[in-house]
């Protein structure tokens, strides 16, 4: 049986309790840890959950039969807390984005590497089916080569969610809707692309006249073998309406799944190409659905290497990094209106917490600050299944 501990009992928490809960019988929730320690009870209730109440993650380093750690706070504690339950020789999942600067991200690797722990970062949209069957159809490139892909990572936020004490600001949230929303789809699209050597971006604040941090990004990209993507990352968006479109040599194949094939007629002009697109519908049709979705599924792949003894989860630190490096490269294009080439070196001005926020524009004072709200309702990115005919 493996016993965690949640440190931090906010809105996420949840999605991490119920993931476990999936488990019974392979892991318990033997402590929750918050600042707030009457949040941490309120869970407890809630969850009808035997676990013990702390108000700082030291507490949990007094008892030895804890493994592994579910940290749920805000991303300038990541690194900390991290490096401490690791040093303590505990097993972290760390909910999204890693850290809030490369350096944070690098001292988090060195104290894996130190102590062999496993240190995994949430990105729980990889765990939907539609999106592990793009990946597979990007692999055996079913499509052909991916000559562009187009990221829609928009969402909708209102005035009063830059509210809470710790967002909107570059100190504590460390970035917008960059770093904190798009994160989920960097990551994926790093997964399915690998990083960009080159990327210019636009950074922007549109609507949210109460925070530091954009609420608006766009990041043309270019790879090494000459393909290219643009990721809009956005709080402005009604509908939220998430989308990855690989326009492919042969095919366009999207999350949420749809395929369309083009062929060229005598003059260069397109005509569809059923064949192709049936022959690519046929495919995506053979490949299973996952049997864990979301945070489930996440917690499921980390907690089968821990009682397989092996290190071979999904999302590893590195993916987490490298998801900050494409996030820092996007705030240096878009605050020096230059194009930015990866990787960025270690004395590169935006690689520290303190280089970056000597580097950005605050676009807003932050005016309100409430303590807490109540964690009843938040989204955590599409299930991508809207136009999948399997369901
Ligand atoms: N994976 C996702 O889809 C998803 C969705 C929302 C939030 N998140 C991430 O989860 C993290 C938390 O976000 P949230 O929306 O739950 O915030 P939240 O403010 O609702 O919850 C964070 C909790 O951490 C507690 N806390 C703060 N500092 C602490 C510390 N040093 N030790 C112990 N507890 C501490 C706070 O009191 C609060 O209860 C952020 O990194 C955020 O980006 C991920």
New binding site residues.
Partial sequence: MINVAI???????P?HIEGYAAFKDRCKIAAL????PE?AQAIKEKYHLDADVYD??EKLFERDDIHLISI????Y??AQ?SIDCMNHGLDVLC???MAASLAECDAMIDARDKTGQRLSI?S?NRFRSPIMKLKNLLDQKVAGRVLHAQVDSVWWRGHSYYD?W?RGTWEKEGGGCTL?HAV?HIDMLNWMKGLPVEITAIVNNLNHDNAEVEDFSVAISKYEDGSMSTMMSSLVHHGEEQQFIFQCEQAKICAPWSVAAFKSRPNGFGEPYPEKQKEIEDYYRTLEDLEYEG?AGQIDNVIRSIENGHKNFLVQAEDGRRTLEYITAVYKSGFSSQKVCLPLEKDDPFYTVEGIQANVEKFYEKTGSVE??D?EF?T??NDYSKYNYDK
């Fill in positions: 440190i931090g009992t906010g809105n996420i928490a999605s840890v918050d600042i707030y949040k700082s993650h749920c706070t805000p991303p504690t990541h807390i909910e999204k984005p949430i729980q809470l710790w904190n989920h945070h807490n709200f964690p938040i955590t990115g």
